[in-house]
């Protein structure tokens, strides 16, 4: 440690650290513009000179180490004189334009003028001229000329993003930062170089123009989108939602959030959304219906199941989006009802997991031990994607040692080093991460278990091995696709063994933002009845569904369909209109997370409750309170709470952290072979809920484009295929045509195909056989 003064304080602080880094220990502001707590140092704008004794000059406070006995003044003559000097300089050829701007009122610029700006300018030179810049559908740079050139966009997208898209021009008065030529930003989280801007040069696109700072309440509220639960700011002006933004909370999502949580509120006031409870009449009309009629006709239309054909032939589905106390009460409505078919992991395709996996599958580590792990094998996951602010962490992690490996079906750069990885079809993966541990217990002097007595462990497996060697803080995570496979109880069982014979941890990087908080609803099959995918797939007599899109949301859109279409009755709790127009009895319209009050529990297990944001659209109402008058007009009992904090704190009574275990009780073994040709099916990031794929700015974006049947050139080669040709893909279910799209990171044998879209509904299920022709 080291101790230096500053304006006559004393103050100790770790060898290394910066004179800023002392100021800001002991609560004193050096005004600055590139200087970032989570970014390098640039010392690039100058604004933070401040005075040290014996120096010769002033010196940035962000770039001048502290040393023992230095003594520094931030706010004498002549370091205010020095400050007001950088100040002048900035402003030389800076437009006058705040009364237009957007970031007007929360422009770091226009405060710091204040203090330490003249009234007037000596300089009477015409001011530059920048021209603007295309950076995509989210990032407006159209008025370029107001950049102070800080750099902390460049460094954010290099050191925080993991892709450098941009970068600076030109030297002295002609620099310009600027994308890529003919290229945008599409980095998942560059929204955050929108709240880093110290200046108006990037704004938020959707925003642009639409309100004044000062005109915008601000609620805090939770992400529903991944497991991460990133803490937000919901910014609101006459009642609707006009911008979302990140709240700090260094546990979680530090000052980050991914562009999936800062833009989808465009979603909130489309065109489809539900406004008023809708009644199918006797000749298939969608006719406007009140709330009473509403739901006196979804209570006689799921008696009238239970009566024809018993309980029993009534299912409930769920979301992964749905707050812990609307699938608490969802599952109570179906139980009082005599049916234990009630599921909200709408992927999952294997109906022994939860037998396999007894308990509430989770993270196994709060996010802060997981951003501290020194060795981590992923699984079967799409990490960026599908987690984009824990993919952050996990660079962080790397860049102080941390080594990476990866089982996988496509070998998605995950903008990190990756130390090792096995590349598989789907199937696989089961007997990749089995000869993982054959090469793990030969390299360590283990026994292996007697079901993988045969395998034998392949170079890339005696690789990732290796890589996993030599660390204290280990930990294997399993991924959205591997607990959505077929194989995921044997997946699971592999991922175990293997993580007890490194003395690591098993994790679950759980879907949605709310899979934990659904288990622990009890939201899941408890008693013999079925999962989502046998209800869906199988045919029941009635559904309830809820905040669900079926043909998006579940592994086997078209087949939900088709058993909604032939359902007896199905009423849809749902805030879209077309997400269940062509199945549903009634429609009732239930509010979005930002209009309703409740709880997600995030994959370490963290219980965040929030309060609606925003009034309500049209007569939607918040979808706990719809459950409550139904299970009321059923005449149920367990339906009297008053609040949204009455049913969570009967759901978390028992606390969480008792209820949480990632033990596999399903024997280890060996994968099924397959044949032919395997799909392999991500969910792209814009597609993974209603809400989202309703977003229009996010749809424009490349994550969003139209889905191709993507191959690596020796699977290309053996079916006769070239990049751009027109192919006919089929499966047992159906066939679509596609372009074919070379992609060097799909495994062998395999053929990536996105899910969550309409145009690839009718192949049906994410895994399995499928075979590639020319159209």
Not at 74 to 101: G, R, W, Y
Not at 622 to 633: E, I, T
Request: overall charge negative; hydrophobic content about 40%.
């Amino acid at each position: 440690m080291v101790e230096i003064t500053i304006d006559g304080n004393k103050v100790e602080v770790p060898e290394g650290s910066m004179v800023m880094h002392a100021a800001h220990k002991l609560g004193l502001y050096v005004p600055h513009f590139c200087y970032h707590k989570k970014l390098s140092i640039a010392a690039n704008c100058r604004m933070c000179l401040v005075e040290v004794e014996k120096a010769p000059k002033p010196m940035p406070a962000c770039a001048t180490p502290a040393t023992n006995g230095m003594v520094v003044h931030t706010c004498s003559e002549k370091a205010v004189a020095a400050q007001k000097s950088v100040m002048e300089f900035l402003l030389i050829n800076h437009p006058l334009d705040c009364p237009v701007c957007d970031q007007g009122g929360e422009c770091q610029l226009q405060d710091l003028a204040v203090g330490y700006g003249a009234s007037a300018s000596r300089y009477k030179e015409e001011k530059r001229v920048v021209f603007h810049k295309p950076m995509g559908p989210l990032i407006s740079a159209e008025e370029m000329p107001r950049c102070i050139h800080c750099t902390r966009c460049v460094r954010f997208g290099q050191e925080i993003g993991g892709i450098m898209e941009l970068g600076m021009l030109h030297r002295g008065e002609h620099s310009e930062i600027t994308s890529f030529v003919g290229r945008a930003v599409e980095s998942e989280l560059s929204g955050n170089m929108i709240d880093i801007c110290p200046v108006g040069a990037l704004t938020s696109k959707p925003f642009r123009f639409a309100a004044r700072t000062w005109e915008l309440a601000r609620r805090r509220s939770v992400s529903p989108h991944d497991s991460l639960g990133a803490n937000l700011v919901v910014q609101v002006k006459d009642h609707r939602v006009l911008r979302v933004v990140p709240f700090e909370n260094e546990e979680v999502n530090e000052c980050w959030i991914s562009d999936r949580d800062r833009f989808s509120y465009t979603g909130l006031y489309t065109q489809d959304r539900l406004a008023h409870p809708m009644v199918r009449d006797a000749s298939g009309q969608w006719h406007e219906a009140s709330w009473s009629d509403a739901l006196q006709a979804a209570v006689r239309g799921i008696s009238k199941v239970c009566e024809d054909h018993g309980a029993e032939q009534l299912g409930a589905v769920g979301a992964h989006t749905a707050t812990v106390e609307e699938l608490a009460l969802l599952a109570r409505l179906t139980r009082s009802l005599g049916s234990d078919n009630i599921d909200f992991r709408l992927r999952y395709n294997d109906p022994g997991f939860s037998h396999a996996v007894p308990g509430v599958p989770w993270l196994g580590m709060s996010i802060e031990e997981f951003a501290e792990l020194d060795r981590v094998l992923v699984v079967g996951s799409f990490l960026r994607k599908d987690h984009p602010l824990l993919a952050q962490r996990l660079r962080q992690a790397a860049k102080h040692g941390t080594q990476i490996a990866f089982i996988d079906s496509s070998a998605d750069d995950p903008l990190f080093p990756v130390a090792a990885r096995q590349l598989v079809a789907p199937t696989g993966i089961p007997d990749a991460i089995a000869q993982v541990l054959v090469a793990w217990a030969k390299a360590h002097q283990q026994s292996v278990p007697q079901a993988l007595a045969s395998v034998q462990a392949g170079e890339e497996a005696e690789a990732i091995a290796a890589a996993l060697a030599g660390g204290e803080k280990v930990a294997v995570m399993l991924g959205n696709m591997a607990v959505s496979s077929p194989q995921a109880s044997l997946i699971a069982a592999n991922a175990q063994a293997l993580a007890q014979a490194m003395g690591a941890k098993l994790g679950f990087l759980t879907p949605g933002g709310n899979t934990v908080g659904g288990y622990l609803a009890g939201a899941i099959p408890q008693a013999g009845g079925l999962n989502a995918e046998q209800m869906l797939q199988g045919g029941l007599k009635g559904y309830i569904v809820l905040h669900a899109e079926p043909a998006l949301d579940s592994d086997n859109g078209a087949k939900a369909i088709e058993s909604l279409k032939n359902a007896q009755f199905a009423v849809a709790l749902t805030s879209y209109f077309s997400a269940a127009a062509d199945w549903a009895d009634v429609m009732l319209p239930i509010a979005p997370f930002t209009e309703t009050s409740g709880t997600f529990v995030n994959a370490e297990g963290r219980a965040q409750s929030f309060k609606g944001t925003a009034a309500p659209y049209g007569d939607s109402r918040p979808a706990w309170k719809v459950l409550r008058v139904m299970g009321n007009l059923l005449e149920l009992s367990g339906f009297d709470d008053e609040t949204s904090e009455s049913v969570r704190d009967t759901v978390l009574v028992d606390g969480i952290q008792e209820r949480l275990s990632n033990h596999v009780v399903a024997p280890v073994g060996l994968g099924a072979a397959a044949q032919g040709l395997q799909r392999v099916a991500d969910v792209p990031i814009y597609r993974s809920d209603a809400l989202v794929r309703r977003a229009e700015p996010l749809q424009e974006t490349r994550d969003s484009r139209l889905p191709t049947a993507r191959m690596n050139a020796a699977t290309l080669q053996g079916l006769g295929l070239s990049d751009g040709d027109s192919v006919r893909v089929r499966s047992e279910q159906g066939e679509v045509t596609l372009t074919a799209e070379l992609d060097p990171v799909v495994a062998n044998g395999a053929v990536r195909i996105s899910a969550a879209f309409a145009q690839t509904l009718p192949l049906g299920a994410s895994f399995g056989e499928i075979s590639v022709e020319r159209a």
